[in-house]
């Protein structure tokens, strides 16, 4: 199957290297600043991340010839029940952990069992624009047939929640999304069986941004699982779901979305995502045990730095499945990773 996304996406996608938006000259060049002891580090990685995770541990090592850095297989599915490494972090025998997904809160649970604190998670790449299987951006979609132009996040979680924390008003027809030509018929929700039983990478976003963290509706029995999406909403005129920018059929197209802050509804085209203003895009993170108060180890930090930097996100650029970080990202990263009481370190860009 994993061999199978990989030439699919060969196939169906363009090359991202050759349309990358070039971000390296605002983004510091890595340059060891202080001796990191001989030291060796261990994580855990996706399926979907070996060869963009090799980039960065050969890169590393290539310029701090004291630390090794190990990312062994298996290669499993980013949840800890699902992967035996990344139970292993989470019980505190691995350094780190990379994730193509939003951490699941049964995995903080565990972490926090096991250290009791939570992990600290850093974005260290961005996800794809439409590579199918590669963290490529939630799309809410709709028939092609359907008028709806664009859809705020209140209105999204008025459809699909049942906690409404945006405070809209339940939504059940078409017209109450703005739809006139349509507004006595009522708004199909498909692939709902899914959301409802477990949250899924692309239900995870959804329901920790748009939702505000609220419950999914409980009453959408027989909408279909999240594999049943595109080929549901295709074949119905009123239907509406969210699934992979990179999942998109003949018979279905993505909704621009508003997240609120500024009424702007935005496509989730190449440069929208690229530049960070589609709100649903995904990031490829790093989680760390960062014990309150304290520091990460510097080899630790080091390596964090190397990635956020410009030769870090010249091997996203390379590897060609992801997007780069923008500078601002890099820098919020980094804040995130070296914050820690010492001054010199939040003051030094990574």
């Known amino acids: ?15 991202i290297a050759e349309t990358q938006p070039d971000h390296r000259g605002r983004l510091d060049e890595y340059r060891p600043v202080r001796p990191v002891p001989t030291s060796r580090l261990e994580g855990s990685a996706p399926a979907i991340l070996p060869d963009l995770v090799g980039r960065w541990v050969a ?14 297989p298996p290669y499993e599915p980013p949840q800890g029940a699902l992967s035996s490494r990344l139970t292993a972090f989470l019980g505190g025998r691995l350094d780190f952990a990379f994730l193509s997904r939003s951490i699941a809160a049964s995995d903080v649970a565990a972490f926090r ?47 699909l929640s049942r906690s409404r924390r945006r405070g809209y008003a339940p939504i059940r027809r078409w017209g109450d999304l703005g739809v006139r030509a349509w507004r006595a018929s009522p708004v199909h929700i498909v692939g709902a069986d899914s959301w409802t039983k477990e949250d899924s990478a692309r239900a995870a976003v959804v329901r920790e941004r748009i939702l505000l963290g609220g419950a999914w509706h409980q009453d959408l029995a027989g909408s279909g699982s999240e594999a049943d999406v595109p080929s549901r909403v295709a074949a119905d005129r009123l239907a509406i779901a969210f699934t992979g920018l990179g999942h998109l059929v003949p018979g ?99």
């Not at 890169?59 to 062994?72: E, I, N, Y």
């Not at 990635?307 to 996100?313: I, T, V």
């Not at 890099?330 to 010492?342: E, M, Q």
């Open 1 to 15: 199957m994993l061999a199978l996304i990989f030439l699919l996406s060969a196939l169906l996608s363009p090359a």
């Open 59 to 72: 890169g590393f090592t290539a310029l701090q010839h004291q630390v090794t850095v190990q990312v062994p």
């Open 113 to 159: 069992r096991s250290h009791g604190y939570d992990p600290l998670v850093i974005p260290v790449a961005n996800g794809s624009w439409n590579r199918f299987g590669f963290v490529d951006p939630v799309a809410i979609v709709v028939n092609v047939s359907n008028p709806v132009r664009g859809l705020s996040f209140a209105q999204i979680d008025a459809l």
């Open 252 to 350: 279905v197209r993505a909704v621009a979305i508003s997240a609120g802050k500024t009424g702007e509804f935005v496509d989730p085209t190449y440069a929208a995502v690229a530049g960070g203003r589609y709100p649903l895009a995904r990031t490829i993170d790093l989680v760390v045990a960062r014990p309150p108060g304290r520091c990460l180890k510097p080899e630790l930090r080091e390596f964090i730095r190397f990635m956020l930097s410009r030769e870090g996100q010249q091997a996203v650029i390379d590897q060609g499945a992801f997007l780069p970080l923008r500078a601002a990202q890099a820098r919020l990263s980094w804040r995130r990773a070296s914050t820690c009481g010492d001054p010199e370190a939040r003051g030094r860009g990574p």
